[in-house]
C-alpha cells in the first residue's frame, strides 16, 4: 500500500524565506512610526471629507465612514495609530456632525452616549486588530522554529554515515539517505521506483518478511539481521539491517525505519579468517599423517632393529662393525636435527583453474626456480620427466573433482639431482561453497625411500650389517626431520616450555619474528616475561590449575621485544619433552580482528543515536507540521471576517451610496477591490491545503465526461486569455468516461489553464506567433502509448517551461512556480504557491495522478490521468478509490474511519 512520505518536506526553505520578507517589512514599517501615524490622521480627515460631502439625507452613516478609517488605520499601523484614529475621529465627529456644531460642548445625553459607544468601539478594533498583528508574528515565529527542526532533521537523515531509509508497509522505498543509494549503487529515484523485496536476495528474503511480520503483530519493537542486497550492477553486498516500526497517534502501523550498514569488510575478513582456519586444519593434519607414518616407520624400523640383531648375533665376527655403525647413526642424527632447523617444508597454492599462484622460499631454493618459472603449470619442469605425466594427471584429475591431492614424485634439486618427495594439498573453499583452489606442502622423503631400499636390501642380505645400520641410522634422521619440519613448518608462532619452571624450551622461525627477540634470547625467557604485568596473574592461574582443557585458553594479551601489545588467541596442549613434563603453545594473532569488532560496537552505537535522533526530529516536524495546519485552518476563518468588511465597504463606496464618487476615487476603490479579492484567494488557498493536509476531505466520484468537463472550464478563463491575447484550443475525443467529482476536478483544470495563461506571453519572444494554450482529452500517456484503463486531459502552453531540476518542486506547498521559470520576459505572478500541490492532491484523491513534461524555452505540458468507468474489456470498474492508490495516506485513513468532512473547492467569502 502506497504511503506517504512521512518526512515530506514542508518546503521549509520558500516559509522561511517569506517569514524574512514579512520580518524586513514589519521592522520597515517599525522604522517608519511618522508614516503609521500619519496614514491614520489621513484616513481620519478623509473620512471627515467624504462624510461631510454626503449630505444630510444619510447622515446616520456617519459614523460607519469613521469606523472603516479607524479601522484601516488599526490594521496598517497597529495600536497606537489605531487609538489616535480613535481619539480624531471622536473629536471630528463631536466637532463636525454632532449639534451644536463646530463645538465639543455641550452635548446631549444620547449624542455623549454615542460617542462614547463610537469611542469603545473604536479602541475594541484597534486592539483586535493588535492582536491579529501580533498573531500574525506569532505564525512567523512558529513557521521559523517548524523550518530549523525540519533542517535538522534533514541535516541527521542526509548525512548519516549509514543508510538510512523510510520503507512503507508494502515495502516500497518512501525515503533515502545518499548513504544507502551508495551502497546499493542506485540512483535515488531508481531506487525509490522499487521495494526492498526487489533488490533482497531470495535466499534472505524469507527471513526479512518473517521479522516484519512479527513487526507488524507487536511481537517486537524492532530487530537486526544480516542480509544480503543485490546491487544496480548485479554484484552482492553484505548488510547490517536494523528495522523499527513507527505507528501512528491511533496505534496502527505507519510505516518503517531502516538502518543500513554495509558489513562486506567484515564478512570478507571472516572469510579469511575461516581459510586461515582450513589452511591450519591441513597442515594439523599433515602434521598428524606425517606423526602416524614416523610411528608406523619407527616400529617397522624396531622390527627390522629386531630382525637386524638375529643376523648380527650370528655373524660375531662382524660385532665391532656394527658397534661403529651404531656411533655413525648417533652422529648423523644429531647432524640431520640441526640441518632440520633451518629447513621448513616447500608450500605452493592455486587458483581454482589449476594454476600455481605461489611458492615459498624453500621450494625456490630447493628446485633453483624462479618465481615466474614456477608460476602457471612451470612447477612440473622441476618433476622427473618419467613421473610428470602421472602426477600433472593426478593433480587435474583431483582438481576437477575438488579432491584432497597427493602424489609421490621426483624432485629436482637446484643442482640436477632428483630427490623422491611426497606431495600433498587441500582445497580451500570459501563459506559460500566457492572452491578457490589448493594450499599444499612438498615434503623431501628421498632418505626414508632410500632407507626403504635398504631395508629390504638387508632382510635379503642378512650379511650386509653394515649397510643395513647405516640405513637404520638415515631411517631415524629422517623421522627426527618431519617432525622438526612439522614444528617449524606452522604458518603461527609456536613454542614449547615447561610445565613447572615456564621456561621455554623451543620456539619456532614465526615466533622469532613476529615478537622479535633471537632464539638464544627465548631459551633464556619464560612465559612470564612475555607478558604485560596485567596479564601475569591471569596467566599464572591458567598455568597452575591441575587439570585444564586442551585447546584454545581464551584471548591473551602479549608484548613484543620493541613493546608493541598484541591481542592473541592461545592453544595448548600438554606434551612430554626429553623426559620432562611440557607444554605446546600455538599462537594466533586477533588483534585487527578485536579491533575491528571494537570499530563496529562503536559505529552501531553511532547508528543507534542517530535513529534515535532522527526519530526525535522527526517526531517534532511532524508535531509542528500538525500545528501549523490547524493555525492556519483557524486563522484562515479569523481573517476572512475583515477582509470580507472590507470588500464590502468597497464596494458600497464605487456604487455610490455615500455620496459622489470621483474618477481617481472609482480607481482606488476598484485597487482596494482587487487587492482584498487577491488576499482572500491567497487565505482561501491557504485554508484549502490545510483541509487537505488534515484529511478532511471527501470526495464524490460519479461518471465524468472529459469532453464535457472541458467544454465548461474553457470560457471559466476566456477573459485572462483574451486580456494577454492568446489563443486557446480545445481538443475533444471520443467519449470518455473517467471516475471523478466534478467540482475538485474543474478545480484542478481552471488552476492548470490559468497556469498556462499567466506564464505565456503573447506574442512569442521566440517566433513572435501568438501564444498558444491547448487543452486537449486523449488516451495516450506522455509516451503515446495507449492506456485502455486511464483518461488523460492535457493543458499545453508554448510558455517559457520549467528546468528538469525543478520539475518536482513545483507540486510542493508554498513553491511559486515563477521560482522555477524565471526568464527575460516572464511576468511577476503573485500567488501563495499552493495551487499545483493542491491540485495533485485532489487528482490523487479522485485515483489519479498530476505529471508535468516541460523544458525551458519549450513550453509547458501537465497532464491529469483518471480512472474510465468502463475498462478495455468493457466490463463496468469499481468507483472507489484503492488505498494503494491515494496520494495520501492520511487522507485514506481519515475517510476509513468516517470522520471526513465535505470541503467545497474554493470558499465563498462568508462564513
Partial sequence: MPARDPARPAASADVTAEHERLTVRAARLRAH??????????????GTLATAGIGPEIETYTVNVYVMALALAAWYGGLGPGLLGTALSVLALTYFFVPPYFALFPLTRSDAIRVALFAASGVTISWVSHLLRRAVREVAAGVERAATREALFRHTFEQAAVGIAHVGLDGRW????????????YAPEELLARTFQDVTLPEDLDADLAHVQALLRGEAAHYAMDKRYRCRDGSTVWVRLTVALVRDAAGRPDYFISVVEDIGAQKRAEAELQAAAAQNAHLAETEREA???????????????????????QLQDEAAERARAEAAARESEARFRNVADAAPVMLWVTAPDGRCTFLNRQWLEFTGQTLAEGRGYGWLDAVHPEDRPRAEQQFVESNARRAPFRADYRLRRHDGAYRWAVDAAAPRFTPDGEYLGYVGSVIDIDERTRLLEAERAARVAAEDA??????????????????????????????????????FLDVNDVAVRRYGYTREEFLSMTIRDIRPPEEVPRMLDLARAPHRAEGSQGVFRHRTKGGELLDVEVFLRDVPYEGRRAV?????????RQRADAALREATRAAEAARDEAEAAQRGAEAANRAKSEFLANMSHELRTPLNAIGGYAQLLEMGLHGPVTGEQHAALGRVTRAQ???????????????????????DLQPVDLNEMAAQVAPLVEPMVRAKGLVLEVRPSAPCLVWADREKLSQVLVNLLSNAVKFTDSPDPRTGAPGRVTMSITSRDDGDAPQPGLGFVRVADTGVGIPRDQQDRIFEPFVQVRAAARSAYAQPVEGTGLGLAISRDLAQGMGGDLRVRSAPGEGSTFTVSLRRVVDAAGQPTDRRVDGERRGDERRVRRARRGDAVEVAPADTGTD
Avoid: C, M
Fill in 466 to 503: 653394515r649397510a643395513t645400520a647405516e640405513a637404520l641410522g638415515r631411517r631415524a634422521e629422517t623421522s627426527e626431520v618431519l617432525a622438526r619440519q612439522l614444528f617449524a613448518l606452522s604458518p603461527l608462532p609456536k613454542w614449547v616450555y615447561d610445565a613447572e619452571t615456564l621456561a
Fill in 174 to 185: 518512501l525515503r533515502i539517505n545518499a548513504r544507502l543509494a551508495e551502497i546499493l549503487g
Fill in 291 to 313: 606423526r602416524e607414518e614416523a610411528e608406523a616407520a619407527a616400529l617397522q624400523l624396531q622390527e627390522q632393529a629386531s630382525e637386524l640383531e638375529i643376523a648380527n648375533q
Fill in 33 to 46: 512610526p511618522a508614516a503609521r501615524y500619519g496614514a491614520a490622521v489621513a484616513l481620519v480627515a478623509v
Fill in 584 to 592: 605446546i603453545a600455538v599462537v594466533q594473532d586477533v588483534t585487527e
Fill in 677 to 699: 479579492q487577491h488576499l482572500l484567494g491567497l487565505i482561501n488557498d491557504v485554508l484549502n491545503y490545510a483541509k487537505l493536509e488534515a484529511g478532511r476531505v471527501e470526495y
